[in-house]
């Protein structure tokens, strides 16, 4: 695995590595903010079964966080991170300084992708998609993927981008993994390791939440005004957990909608002790 640090030098091996395999060559490319953990890998393992070359990177973005944010302390492990992609035999690890990525300090340039952007956790975390976006899009311009890979379990993240690669002609798909979940169901999260063991206990309230609405739903309640109260009914009764929000919406557009019958995204985002955590659940469109 190459390790590169700067944007020529990711450029470079990407271009290096297309001609060594020629021009029907893809590259799939896999943006992570480090701290690994089982759920980035089943993405670098789904990068490898669809592309000829698979890069990853490794940068925690300071323009997604909020200024009382836990950007500071994020976890940043990279030696035990550079372990897990050798082992999955990544080709390319792309892991610049802040300076590299930010020269001026900050981007003069941003990327926003309005109304979408603005919902779920675009308006708990004001200016949080804008971050995203943005270093997303240098990524996306830097190493030229086919393919990039992201998990469903940032559902919001997923609608921002893929709006945003339809609105800027970005020649490449997104592709969608699945939520990795520990045995008792809660969804994996390089934030989890936050968590004391009673608070983890606390936090599963939010899996077993949305599988109860989910079951609500396939039991016949279709009303999103009926399920989201149910939903919070039961999170508001979990010791330990304080909710952020609680949304039944499209889930490309992430606007509310009146009933489940065509599809919905459940999102939850919610406190347990200092640690903010998000889930969601997809409900498939109801045959007609």
């Not at 390790?3 to 020529?8: M, W």
Request: charged letters at 20%; one cysteine or more; glycine letters at 6%.
């Amino acid at each position: 695995m190459k390790i590169l640090r700067t944007i020529t030098e990711m450029r470079h091996a990407c271009a290096q590595a297309r001609a060594a395999i020629g021009p029907t060559a893809t590259l799939g490319l896999v943006p992570t903010m480090g701290a690994l953990h089982q759920g980035h890998i089943s993405l670098i393992r789904a990068a490898k079964q669809q592309c000829d070359i698979v890069a990853a990177t490794i940068f925690v973005n300071p323009a997604q966080f909020g200024p009382n944010e836990d950007f500071a302390r994020y976890p940043r492990t990279f030696d035990a991170d550079c372990a897990l992609l050798e082992a999955e035999r990544v080709d390319l690890l792309f892991a610049p300084f802040v300076e590299e990525m930010y020269p001026l300090g900050a981007a003069r340039t941003h990327v926003e992708v309005a109304g979408i952007g603005d919902r779920l956790d675009g308006l708990s975390r004001p200016g949080h998609f804008r971050g995203v976006s943005t270093v997303v899009a240098k990524l996306f311009n830097i190493a030229t993927p086919d393919l990039a890979f992201f998990g469903q379990k940032d559902a919001a993240q997923v609608a921002v981008l893929r709006a945003m690669v339809e609105d800027l002609s970005f020649p490449l798909q997104i592709i969608v993994c699945p939520t990795m979940r520990d045995p008792d169901g809660l969804a994996l999260s390089s934030r989890n390791q936050y968590l004391t063991p009673e608070q983890r206990s606390h936090a599963l309230a939010l899996s077993q939440a949305l599988a109860a609405t989910t079951a609500l739903a396939a039991q016949g309640t279709h009303s999103t005004e009926r399920l989201r109260a149910s939903l919070l009914d039961r999170l508001k009764a979990s010791p330990g957990i304080t909710v952020d929000y609680v949304e039944i919406v499209d889930p490309k557009t992430l606007e509310p909608i009146p009933d489940v019958l065509n599809g919905a995204l459940i999102a939850i985002a919610a406190w347990v002790g200092q640690t903010r955590l998000i889930d969601n659940a997809l409900l498939s469109p109801l045959a007609q």
